[in-house]
């Protein structure tokens, strides 16, 4: 949506009064009067004009063109979802313009009608298939519905208490202690009380609320008639000791030709004085919505002076001190501005640059961006997102120097009025690992276990655990982590957690199970052919597995045991297991394991399986502490449970045999 409050409203006024004098001695009927509202940006009074005589047009085509241009009045006034209705009506009619579908799926994004939007976007796409901005509203709606799903964590809060029915926008703080505000309006008792024909709503003033003792605010106030005119006044910004002011100011020139200025005006015990003209360019351009640097040193602000990218565009202007004039308008260049508009421009103390664009991927109509520029110089640009960002218009953020909080302007749904302004505040976000050790095989917690937390962000934190095997450590946003156990007699073991895209608070509950080396380590999932030795693919994972342990637990010598069941002869299975062994210690070599931490053994069926707690869980016929041999197989009395314990001595062990290998640095 091609939102500009200030720089258009009063403006454009003045143009209507002259162009609509003029057609009025030729054209007297109600469409002519509109179209020359409409060309010259009187939205507001078209609307009705061209409703009234609508019903008289017969031409099918040319019914379509007026449809069009209600929806394009409703569109620029900020009422979407009558612009929506209008196009719908435009479309039915087969209205020729291609941009028709453009806006169309503009407005349904303004509606969060994010599936249908896109299918309009791309109707456009196949009949201006040039033009980009088509991508770019897909990518949008994509983009609006995730964010839509993982708000960023700001608190927004309607300030209910300044707002009128009437729009309230751009608002900056106006003392050190954050009890005064400035902000734009056109509500009543603004300077002349002459009605804009492109809102229907007055031109703005400046007006100041101040906070009291209990947090309250006071009913607003215009500043003083030095800086408020019979023009539109607005888009406040101050220096760092609050007493100089930076401003727009649109109005006609000498010559009649229509722009925007910026203006700066000092404060004195007696008020504001008198404003000087801060001189940019020519008096017919647009130079609006400034951003002084603490030093004032560096003043950003919009416009659409040539050497451009699109609509309006940020530049800024530079001096060496307060006290120098300015140089020439550097544009920000395309990193930062695009083809639609981009305005609204706040320089954070920290030196982060905001500022609100249509061009850039967002929610729908103005969203607000951060920018920050690398030592290089580039810009990187990132979307403030959902709740921040609605599908409405989002514009005109102040801060607070030292807290992730501040206020900005909304028209977004369940306002007071067209334009509203809203509190925003990002609680301190916490992440905590809450953790607990256990025995891989009692499930019993391990104390004085050693725990080592290490970030991506090269931070290396070492706790024991409780003797109730809980830890627990306070993490850092943004960050990968991996927390490792260790204890005398234990294998390691390790667990993974990020915080990075979380805007929430959250506990991370980390379990680690830590597997003790006093006894042989059964591998489950080792799968041979009948007969065969050679490994069956399902079962590297398991053996992946065996590796990653091998890497934890960089010091340990290991023997990799094959057992077979008691069917066949010692001699062979020795063989059979022996070559079983030594196909498992080959696949680790081939994974990068050293050949000397490694022993293969085959152990025939010399070694039958003792019953332990959690075979006897699985199969509750094999009494806990019994020796699965021969003896006790000829005892089963169905050929299903032999086979059973058959398949359960069939295995694959590791044990440790040593943990002093020489770890490399």
Same mark, same amino acid.
């Given at each position: 949506?091609?939102?500009?409050?200030?720089?258009?409203?009063?403006?454009?006024? @003045?143009?209507?009064?002259?162009?609509?004098?003029?057609?009025?001695?030729?054209?007297?009927?109600?469409?002519?009067?509109?179209?020359?509202? %409409?060309?010259?940006?009187?939205?507001?009074?078209?609307?009705?004009?061209?409703?009234?005589?609508?019903?008289?047009?017969?031409?099918?085509?040319?019914?379509?063109?007026?449809?069009?241009?209600?929806?394009?009045?409703?569109?620029?006034?900020?009422?979407?979802?009558?612009? =929506?209705?209008?196009?719908?009506?435009?479309?039915?009619?087969?209205?020729?313009?291609?941009?028709?579908?453009?806006?169309?799926?503009?407005?349904?994004?303004?509606?969060?009608?994010?599936?249908?939007?896109?299918?309009?976007?791309?109707?456009?796409?196949?009949?201006?298939?040039?033009?980009?901005?088509?991508?770019?509203?897909?990518?949008?709606?994509?983009?609006?519905?995730?964010?839509?799903?993982?708000?960023?964590?700001?608190?927004?809060? *309607?300030?209910?208490?300044?707002?009128?029915?009437?729009?309230?926008?751009?608002?900056?703080?106006?003392?050190?202690?954050?009890?005064?505000?400035?902000?734009?309006?056109?509500?009543?008792?603004?300077?002349?009380?002459?009605?804009?024909?492109?809102?229907?709503?007055?031109?703005?003033?400046?007006?100041?609320?101040?906070?009291?003792?209990?947090?309250?605010?006071?009913?607003?106030?215009?500043? +003083?008639?030095?800086?408020?005119?019979?023009?539109?006044?607005?888009?406040?910004?101050?220096?760092?000791? %609050?007493?100089?002011?930076?401003?727009?100011?649109?109005?006609?020139?000498?010559?009649?030709?229509?722009?925007?200025?910026?203006?700066?005006?000092?404060?004195?015990?007696?008020?504001?004085?008198?404003?000087?003209?801060?001189?940019?360019?020519?008096?017919?351009?647009?130079?609006?919505?400034?951003?002084?640097?603490?030093?004032?040193?560096?003043?950003?602000?919009?416009?659409?002076?040539?050497?451009?990218?699109?609509?309006?565009?940020?530049?800024?202007?530079?001096?060496?001190?307060?006290?120098?004039?300015?140089?020439?308008?550097? &544009?920000?260049?395309?990193?930062?501005?695009?083809?639609?508009?981009?305005?609204?421009?706040?320089?954070?103390?920290?030196?982060?640059?905001?500022?609100?664009?249509?061009?850039?991927?967002?929610?729908?109509? @103005?969203?607000?961006?951060?920018?920050?520029?690398? +030592?290089?110089?580039?810009?990187?640009?990132?979307?403030?997102?959902?709740?921040?960002?609605?599908?409405?218009?989002?514009?005109?953020?102040?801060?607070?120097?030292?807290?992730?909080?501040?206020?900005?302007?909304?028209?977004?749904?369940?306002?007071?009025?067209?334009?509203?302004?809203? $509190?925003?505040?990002?609680?301190?976000?916490?992440? &905590?690992?809450?953790?607990?050790?256990?025995?891989?095989?009692?499930?019993?917690?391990?104390?004085?276990?050693?725990?080592?937390?290490?970030?991506?962000?090269?931070?290396?934190?070492?706790?024991?655990?409780?003797?109730?095997?809980?830890?627990?450590?306070?993490?850092?946003? *943004?960050?990968?982590?991996?927390?490792?156990?260790?204890?005398?007699?234990?294998? *390691? &073991?390790?667990?993974?957690?990020?915080?990075?895209?979380?805007?929430?608070?959250?506990?991370? +509950?980390?379990?680690?199970?830590?597997?003790?080396? =006093?006894?042989?380590?059964?591998?489950?999932?080792?799968?041979?052919?009948?007969?065969?030795?050679?490994?069956?693919?399902?079962?590297?994972?398991?053996?992946?597995?065996?590796?990653?342990?091998?890497?934890?637990?960089?010091?340990?010598?290991?023997?990799?045991?094959?057992?077979? +069941?008691?069917?066949?002869? @010692?001699?062979?299975?020795?063989?059979?297991?022996?070559?079983?062994?030594?196909?498992?210690? &080959?696949?680790?070599?081939?994974?990068?394991?050293?050949?000397?931490? @490694?022993?293969?053994?085959?152990?025939?069926?010399?070694?039958?399986?003792?019953?332990?707690?959690?075979?006897?869980?699985?199969?509750?016929?094999?009494?806990?502490?019994?020796?699965?041999?021969?003896?006790?197989?000829?005892? $089963?009395?169905?050929?299903?449970?032999?086979?059973?314990?058959?398949?359960?001595?069939?295995?694959?062990?590791?044990?440790?045999?040593?943990?002093?290998?020489?770890?490399?640095?």
């Amino acid at each position: 949506m091609f939102k500009l409050h200030l720089i258009r409203k009063g403006i454009l006024f @003045l143009a209507v009064a002259l162009i609509v004098s003029s057609a009025a001695t030729a054209q007297t009927n109600k469409l002519n009067r509109a179209d020359a509202f %409409y060309k010259a940006g009187g939205y507001y009074e078209a609307i009705d004009l061209y409703k009234d005589d609508i019903d008289k047009i017969k031409d099918k085509t040319e019914l379509s063109k007026y449809l069009y241009k209600i929806g394009n009045c409703f569109r620029l006034i900020g009422n979407a979802r009558q612009a =929506e209705l209008w196009y719908q009506k435009a479309i039915l009619r087969q209205c020729p313009d291609p941009r028709v579908f453009f806006y169309y799926a503009e407005v349904l994004k303004m509606g969060e009608k994010y599936d249908e939007a896109i299918e309009q976007y791309q109707k456009y796409k196949v009949l201006a298939p040039l033009d980009k901005l088509s991508d770019s509203g897909i990518e949008s709606c994509e983009l609006a519905k995730k964010w839509k799903e993982t708000p960023s964590g700001y608190e927004i809060t *309607n300030m209910r208490g300044i707002n009128a029915k009437f729009s309230e926008f751009s608002p900056a703080f106006a003392s050190a202690d954050y009890s005064e505000i400035l902000f734009t309006s056109s509500r009543k008792g603004t300077t002349g009380g002459k009605t804009s024909a492109v809102t229907g709503e007055s031109f703005t003033d400046i007006f100041l609320t101040t906070r009291d003792v209990k947090g309250i605010w006071s009913d607003p106030k215009p500043i +003083d008639e030095n800086v408020n005119t019979l023009y539109d006044e607005g888009t406040p910004s101050l220096c760092s000791d %609050y007493n100089t002011l930076y401003f727009t100011r649109c109005k006609v020139s000498k010559r009649d030709k229509l722009g925007c200025q910026i203006f700066r005006a000092k404060r004195t015990e007696q008020g504001w004085l008198t404003p000087d003209e801060i001189k940019i360019s020519s008096d017919s351009m647009i130079v609006a919505h400034p951003a002084i640097s603490n030093d004032e040193t560096v003043l950003y602000f919009t416009s659409n002076i040539p050497g451009g990218f699109g609509g309006l565009d940020i530049w800024k202007v530079t001096r060496s001190s307060s006290g120098d004039d300015w140089g020439e308008p550097i &544009n920000l260049g395309n990193e930062i501005n695009t083809a639609g508009n981009e305005s609204f421009p706040y320089i954070h103390s920290d030196g982060v640059l905001y500022f609100s664009s249509d061009g850039h991927p967002g929610m729908g109509g @103005l969203d607000i961006f951060k920018a920050k520029q690398q +030592d290089n110089g580039a810009w990187v640009v990132e979307n403030m997102r959902f709740p921040m960002n609605s599908p409405a218009d989002d514009f005109g953020i102040t801060f607070e120097k030292d807290r992730e909080a501040g206020y900005f302007s909304s028209r977004r749904q369940g306002g007071r009025g067209s334009d509203d302004i809203y $509190l925003f505040y990002l609680p301190p976000i916490n992440y &905590n690992m809450i953790g607990k050790i256990t025995d891989e095989k009692t499930k019993t917690p391990v104390g004085q276990a050693t725990v080592k937390l290490v970030g991506s962000n090269g931070a290396i934190v070492t706790m024991q655990s409780q003797d109730d095997g809980t830890f627990k450590f306070n993490l850092t946003p *943004n960050t990968d982590y991996v927390v490792i156990a260790s204890k005398k007699g234990y294998l *390691n &073991n390790k667990a993974k957690e990020t915080t990075r895209g979380l805007t929430q608070s959250k506990d991370f +509950d980390v379990a680690i199970a830590i597997t003790s080396t =006093e006894k042989p380590i059964e591998i489950p999932n080792i799968f041979y052919d009948y007969d065969k030795w050679e490994l069956r693919p399902e079962s590297k994972e398991a053996l992946d597995r065996l590796v990653e342990i091998l890497n934890d637990n960089p010091t340990v010598t290991i023997e990799l045991a094959s057992h077979t +069941d008691s069917r066949g002869s @010692l001699e062979y299975n020795y063989e059979l297991s022996q070559k079983r062994a030594q196909s498992v210690v &080959n696949y680790l070599i081939e994974k990068g394991i050293a050949t000397e931490r @490694l022993k293969a053994k085959g152990y025939a069926q010399t070694q039958p399986k003792s019953v332990d707690a959690s075979l006897n869980a699985r199969y509750s016929f094999l009494p806990t502490g019994v020796t699965l041999d021969q003896k006790f197989i000829d005892g $089963l009395t169905t050929e299903e449970n032999k086979e059973v314990v058959y398949q359960i001595n069939r295995r694959t062990e590791f044990r440790v045999l040593r943990d002093d290998f020489p770890e490399k640095k």
